[in-house]
């Protein structure tokens, strides 16, 4: 191995480890105790170390972003890849965007509520956030109906579930109506 490969290696590594500590600290602490200063502490490099794998937290936050996306679409993809019939695909579909936003409340957050400097639905979409649309698309595309648009439902029904997520988080809609909340969603839009 060359020293350049080294250097490399080392490189990525270094920056796998900021994010994964950005990430954990993310989930214990929330995003406000995110800082340069603390992730330079946790992985015991200097903020300019860190500044040179990125430009600061928006970055940080994107990167973490981008990996939650990825984690998304495989686990959309595991929950419906064995489920023939179409309402209940959906209806896994549903439960398991639900579980990822529970179990990563701050991945979710980077992905979808703070500013990761990460464009989406446009052309120079990163390729991990495109992957986790094709997620949603693959199962929903079957279900839009007669004339309408799979682009278009997957938004919707992606927003609907966003909705779910946020309202559930913030305490405005109890949790214990969440299955009757996925039902009437799947039984209200997905059409068979």
Do not use: C
């Amino acid at each position: 191995m060359s020293v350049q490969e080294r250097k490399q290696r080392e490189r990525a590594d270094r920056e796998r480890l900021i994010v994964a500590t950005a990430r954990e600290l993310a989930e214990q602490q929330g995003w406000d105790a995110v800082t340069t200063r603390r992730l330079a502490e946790r992985i015991e490099y200097s903020q300019p170390v860190l500044y040179s794998h990125f430009r600061g937290k928006r970055e940080i936050i994107g990167a973490v972003a981008l990996q939650g996306a990825a984690e998304l679409a495989v686990a959309l993809r595991a929950a419906t890849s064995a489920v023939d019939d179409p309402r209940t695909r959906v209806t896994a579909l549903a439960h398991a965007y639900l579980d990822f936003a529970e179990r990563n409340p701050a991945v979710y957050d980077a992905l979808f509520q703070l500013d990761g400097g990460l464009p989406y639905a446009q052309e120079d979409t990163p390729e991990p956030l495109k992957d986790a649309f094709a997620a949603l698309l693959e199962t929903l595309g079957d279900v839009t109906g007669d004339g309408v648009h799979p682009g278009v439902f997957t938004e919707t029904f992606w927003a609907a579930l966003h909705g779910l997520v946020t309202l559930t988080r913030a305490r405005r809609l109890p949790p214990e109506y969440t299955e009757l909340r996925v039902r009437l969603l799947v039984d209200r839009l997905a059409v068979v």
